[in-house]
Each structure stands twice: as structure tokens, then as C-alpha cells.
């Protein structure tokens, strides 16, 4: 639906002054790259909008030799309060810089452009130094994220009263599995499982509205990660909104709402879960069908080429060079969003 | 000619087994999947098959006879985090050249691109750079195998893309593989057999 194009009476769309055009269920849907709509259009401005983030670096090679290197292109990403959404795609496809980019943690010579909205407002620093931690909380992907010189209770970002605290902890803590008395551990003094046990339970126990989750299972034994991630889904069911970021499509398909398909540092399509069924036909991007049908379990089909190199990004579409249905259109040009049952997907080709 | 752990057994504490009597047999051309829970020993087990973990009880025998020593070693191990397995300061032209040079067939079978080659490892991906692993791994002196859940953080597509590779090399040059993994469902695609970690 079109902002302000509710009831029927006067709902249909005027064509511009001097030509006629035929307004269809697609072309209403198409987005006009206009900051003020929301990226989904069908259910309204999201608590966390990402719209045409791009993020690049110019390094010194070798001398005074600069080149660009642009990990993330024109990226865009919605998350609702109530929803899991996940974000999957190959290492390289921009996952965690996105993360840190929400988290206002990139390095100093980043340069980014595009928009990154909070519940409709930008997320500057100013505020997110009031927002980090207590309202958007982060399961950073490695365990080297915790501070070496504290004890572990004491880093779990909550506001309470010692005593409540202390409870608060132990009891997310164990709910963890984490044996009694981890919280007066220092890192060094937990394996690697256990510390990112610890990552998780702190960033969760709180009241957090936003919960960005960089991998936050690999290490953990199978029982341990259906308990985060079930938590998680439960988050989201009170009404937060989580994004899980994973390499693995399959675990992320039993709890996320949506699923955001990167490659290259953008963001392909926007589908839903229920969509990565059967034989993949409800996809919309070639590539998130490869990745379907890619998988063991579904025909383990592999397609040759590599994911393009972030100083050496294609002019087109950047999945163009590996991709069967690519046309000169596609080699000249950037495809934007365009709507699709349910979802949303930035090829020219998709049906 | 195959690939032997005849009753093996580790420990890095003495009194808790890691290991027990554990046997298996990968032979050429065979791939044999390992699957077992985290902590279940398998990496310890992969370390054991390859030479680098001498066992507390029990031997690893090639052909009916002990790894060779101080030559280069025909079974191969590769890890799961390439980004741990390699000099981080090396190119990655260095880092095959360690490894005598790779010839471009192997190269283009596991779709390596030329323009890695000048590149640094955190210029790769995690899939491009598992791929340099095992360009490393695959020489053709290399006879074994190891296969140290070499996919499980890598994205679908390049999982399908590796483990064909592998499929090649095990047909065409009949190289015995030992695909470790928690993944029901890859080992299913890609092993001819598969065995439990509890049961070996």
C-alpha cells in the first residue's frame, strides 16, 4: 500500500501531468527511493530501518598507492519489534560490518553513507551512547569482545540495584548452563563455548528492544544452541526485535520470520521463511534459489564463480557475473527494490 | 593400501579418556564420514589420523606401516577456521609456495581465481580461503584426506562448491578422505559410509 492511499474512495493513483501510465499492483509497489517511505510498505515504518547503506574503506596498499575497498553497497534491512529476522550469505557478503555499523562500532576511517533509522529517527552517536547495551544489545561474534580485565558478571550491561543484579545474572547464567559461580570468572577462565554462552545471556537478559546476534551459536553443543536460539525466538514473541546474523540457513529457517539474503555487501532479496520451501520456487533472486538448492538435503547443487572482490565491485547488478539469467541490462545497471509477494528483491529478472 | 587407527587411545589428562580403542579404515577412493557431537574427540581423533597428535595406546598405520617422518606427509589434515591455518603476514602466493606451488588444475578445480594470489588471508573470504587450504593440502603426493569439518562455517553454496571438488579428486586420483562433521546430511551427500564417534 501507498502512504496515504488507504480507503477506496479516491484510491486510485493519478498519472503524472502529460502521461498516462497504467498503474498495476507492481509498478504502485515500486519504490521511489524516497527516505521518508518505510522499507516495507506493507507493514509500515520498521523499529530498525537500514536504507542504501553503503560503507567504504580507502587503504594504502603499498606507498602512497590508495585504493577503495567497498565491503557494503547500497544495503538495506527492516526489523519489526515481534520478528526474528535473519541475515544470511557467504563470509565476505558484508554480515558483521552491518552489525557494527547498527552498533556505531566501525573503525574511524570508515566511510559510510545511506541511513540507518531507530524507531524512525537516525541512530547518531549521541544516541546511541544512551542506547547501546540497555535498548540495542549485541552478541558480538567473537569472544574477544569481552573485556579481559573484568570479571564476567560485571560486564552484563544492566541497570539495577546490586543485590537484584547479582540475581539477575546468576539466574541468566543458568539458564545458560554456565556452572554456578561463572560470574566472578575473568574470560581467560572460560572456554570458548562458555564464554560465548556468557555473550548471549548478557546480551538477552535485560530489557533490550533491538538484539543484533552475530553468530551467536558456533562452539556451542547442540542442546545449547536450540536453548539460545529458542530464547531469542521467545525474545521477539514478547515483542523485540532480534536479527541473527548466521551462515547456516537451515537452523536460522526453524526460528527467523524473514530472511535477508546478502552477496557482495548488499542485500538481494528480502524473503520470507516460509518461502525457503519445496524446490525453491517462492524465491525471488536467483541467488537465494542457488543457496537453496545448494544445500545437502535439497540436491547439493554447486554453481561455479566467486563472490566479487570489495576493490573490484561489477558496474550492474553484483550478481551478474555468476548468474545464468544475466542480460546487458543487468551488467549496466544497479536493480532497485521492487516488491514481490511479501518480500522484496533487487533483480530484473525475478518473477 | 588404506589408512589405518588400529585401537587408539588419548588423553591430555591422565585418567580422562578422549579416546578409547578407537578404529576405522578409510581406503583410496573412499570417503568415510566421522560424525559426533562437539567434545566428542573428533578434531582430537583428525589430529591422531594425521600425524600430529601422537596416540597414548595403539598405532596409525599407512600401507601396514607407520606414518613416514621427515618427508612430506601423504595424509593431509585441514582444519576448520582457514583463517587460523595460515600466516596472516604471508601472501597467498607465500603461503602455496610453502607447499611447493599448486599447479593450475587443481587451482581451477577448486575455482581459485588468479587475482587471490597477491592477495593478503584477510583479503579473503572464509570460502576462498578454506579453498587456498586445500590447494595446500592437495598436492600429488597427498593420499589422505583429513577433512576437519572444513565446511560447517561456510555458506551453502560454498559447501557445494568444495566438497564437488574434493568428489573429483577422490574419483579421478583416488585420494581417501576422512570427512569429519557433525552434518547428518552432508555426510549423507558426500560419504560412503558413515560412522558414529561413540562407535569407532
Partial sequence: ?351 | MPLEAREVSFYYRRGEWVLRRASLIVNPGEIVGLRGESGSGKTTFARIMAGYLKPKGGVVLLDGTPLPRGCYNPVQLVHQHPEKAVNPRWRILDILEEARGVDSETMELLGIDPSWLNRWPNELSGGELQRICLARALRPETRYLIADEITTMLDAVTQAQIWKAILEMVWEMGLGVLAISHDVSLLGVVADRVVEMEKI
Fill in chain 1, 1 to 351: 500500500m501507498i502512504k496515504g492511499e488507504g480507503g477506496k474512495a479516491g484510491g486510485r493513483l493519478q498519472p503524472p501531468e502529460g502521461r498516462l501510465r497504467e498503474v498495476t499492483l507492481d509498478t504502485a509497489f515500486e519504490l521511489e527511493n524516497k527516505p521518508s517511505e518505510p522499507l516495507n510498505q506493507e507493514r509500515g515504518l520498521s523499529l530498525l530501518e537500514v536504507r542504501e547503506l553503503s560503507i567504504s574503506f580507502v587503504q594504502y596498499s603499498k606507498g602512497l598507492h590508495q585504493r577503495t575497498i567497498t565491503p557494503i553497497l547500497e544495503l538495506d534491512l527492516a526489523i519489526s519489534r515481534g520478528e526474528v529476522v535473519a541475515v544470511v550469505g557467504e563470509s565476505g557478503s558484508g554480515k558483521s560490518l552491518l552489525a557494527h555499523a547498527i552498533l556505531g562500532i566501525l573503525p574511524v576511517n570508515a566511510r559510510v553513507s545511506g541511513e540507518i533509522l531507530y524507531e524512525g529517527q537516525p541512530l547518531t552517536p549521541e544516541r546511541l551512547e544512551k542506547l547501546r547495551g540497555l535498548e540495542i544489545t549485541f552478541v558480538p561474534q567473537s569472544v574477544q569482545f569481552l573485556n579481559p580485565l573484568m570479571r564476567v558478571g560485571a560486564q552484563v550491561p544492566i541497570r539495577q540495584r546490586k543485590e537484584k543484579r547479582e540475581e539477575l545474572v546468576r539466574k541468566a547464567f543458568k539458564r545458560y548452563r554456565l556452572p554456578e559461580g561463572t560470574e566472578r570468572k575473568f574470560p581467560f577462565q572460560l572456554s570458548g563455548g562458555m564464554a560465548r554462552r556468557v555473550l548471549v545471556a548478557s546480551a538477552t537478559l535485560g530489557g533490550a528492544r533491538l538484539i543484533v546476534a552475530d553468530e551467536p551459536t558456533p562452539g556451542m553443543d547442540a542442546a545449547t544452541t536450540r536453548e539460545a536460539l529458542w530464547h531469542l525466538r521467545e525474545l521477539a514473541d514478547e515483542g523485540r526485535a532480534v536479527m541473527l546474523i548466521t551462515h547456516d540457513l537451515e537452523q536460522a529457517l526453524q526460528f527467523a520470520d524473514r530472511v535477508a539474503v546478502f552477496y557482495a555487501g548488499t542485500t538481494l532479496e528480502e524473503a520470507r521463511a516460509v518461502d525457503f520451501s519445496g524446490d525453491g520456487s517462492g524465491l525471488r533472486h536467483p541467488y537465494s534459489k542457488a543457496l537453496w538448492g545448494a544445500l545437502p538435503g535439497n540436491g547439493f547443487r554447486a554453481f561455479t564463480g566467486n563472490q566479487p572482490s570489495p576493490d573490484d565491485l561489477p558496474e550492474g547488478c553484483l550478481y551478474a557475473p555468476r548468474c545464468k539469467m544475466a542480460t546487458d541490462e543487468c551488467y549496466a545497471s544497479r536493480p532497485v527494490r521492487k516488491y514481490l509477494r511479501g518480500g522484496w528483491v533487487r533483480c530484473y529478472h525475478a518473477t
